[in-house]
């Protein structure tokens, strides 16, 4: 999707102040225009190229159904700066739930101009299956599983750095800063994990170092997964589901943790320029439908705590205070490093504080938690 305005110049820039290297552009979607979708794109590697940045494509073959367009596209973009290469290989991923009618390596990749790193993506959870010798590429890129809990996620996740340790290959792994979805009743999902979804997987993925992590996603609005910007004026989010809610936090915070992975670090270190303290929740409970719903809870919403989550990293200890709603404010001193607490809200404004010494190190107010909506959001603010 283009951004509004057509311009890609502060998504890109966003991205880069985040430490991030380069935006899979998935390549596909529901009643594509292909003639323009190719003009997105071409708009994307040229400002890419003048920004000093990289893509690569992510092709969705729940709607691409040509491999010739694969191969085209491919060789267009080959030669361009802005492609992302590792070792001289173009790398090229995919998003399928199931796999595509033709082969990967005889119909696509062997008929690229150019060596290519080949990133297959896949939702199984069957770790041995996705290193499989037959499976065609570098390595496979296996989405999250929204009803694993964070426990069955880090299993899989183990298995994963298992299977590549002893198979050669390479995992690029998936990250998501929240996820949910209600478009209708078939697609109407929250997920296990809740809190330990981002900052907790993130920890883990540290320590079991996959070859790259990509961040799912910068702009999928429609499934809450987004750290990108939520820009109420991009299509189809007025009065969206999911309340473009603010997710700044999340891309915020990816900087402190995209610093430690490419430095090989296992945990987090922050210094006094780079720290920061932030919130994220719910603006409802759980388990209120909202006044005008026609659907049920979401699955796994059972899993969903009604709580405030702070999350600190600092370069030495400060102080924190969490007002919410009229209750009485909550006071700890937090330690240098990364922390995360979750803290039950109050119906009502949710505010942050920390200082150390006179210093004011955040100073937030978010949007008030009420107790019914008139639609049911599962979608977070994250500040």
Not at 83 to 109: C, E, H, M, R, Y
């Amino acid at each position: 999707m283009q951004p509004p305005n057509g311009d890609y110049t502060n998504d890109i820039n966003l991205a880069k102040a985040a430490g991030i290297d380069a935006f899979a552009v998935n390549y596909g979607g529901w009643n594509v225009d292909w003639t323009q979708q190719e003009g997105f794109l071409a708009a994307f590697y040229r400002k890419a190229e003048e920004l000093d940045f990289h893509l690569f494509l992510s092709i969705d073959t729940t709607s691409v159904k040509d491999p010739n367009m694969v191969i085209r596209l491919a060789n267009t973009y080959l030669d361009s700066s802005a492609q992302l290469k590792v070792d001289g290989k173009a790398v090229l991923s995919s998003f399928q739930t199931d796999p595509p009618a033709w082969n990967w390596q005889t119909d696509v990749i062997g008929k690229i101009n150019a060596p290519v790193l080949f990133f297959p993506g896949s939702l199984s959870d069957d770790a041995a299956a996705l290193f499989a010798d037959d499976m065609p590429g570098a390595g496979p890129f296996p989405w999250i599983h929204p009803p694993k809990t964070a426990d069955q996620e880090h299993s899989l996740d183990v298995a994963l750095a298992s299977q590549r340790d002893s198979s050669g290959k390479m995992w690029m792994a998936a990250i998501a800063p929240w996820f949910f979805k209600r478009l209708s009743a078939d697609m109407n999902w929250a997920q296990a994990q809740d809190d330990s979804i981002f900052v907790d997987r993130w920890l883990s993925l540290l320590s079991l170092k996959p070859n790259f992590i990509e961040i799912v996603t910068w702009n999928d609005w429609s499934e809450s997964s987004y750290v990108g910007p939520s820009d109420s004026a991009a299509p189809g989010t007025t009065d969206a589901y999911w309340g473009s809610l603010d997710h700044t936090a999340f891309r915020d915070m990816s900087k402190a943790f995209v610093t430690a992975f490419k430095a090989g670090q296992e945990t987090v270190t922050v210094d006094e320029a780079s720290e920061g303290v932030y919130l994220f929740y719910r603006l409802q409970p759980v388990a209120s439908l909202g006044t005008s719903d026609t659907l049920p809870l979401p699955d796994d919403a059972g899993h969903l705590k009604d709580d405030v989550f702070v999350v600190s990293l600092l370069s030495a200890p400060a102080d924190i205070t969490l007002t919410s709603g009229d209750a009485a404010p909550i006071t700890w001193s937090a330690p240098a490093g990364m922390q995360k607490t979750s803290h039950q809200w109050t119906l009502g404004a949710q505010h942050l504080r920390a200082v150390r010494g006179d210093k004011i190190i955040a100073d937030k107010a978010g949007p008030a938690v009420v107790a019914q909506l008139d639609k049911y959001n599962g979608n977070v603010v994250a500040i």
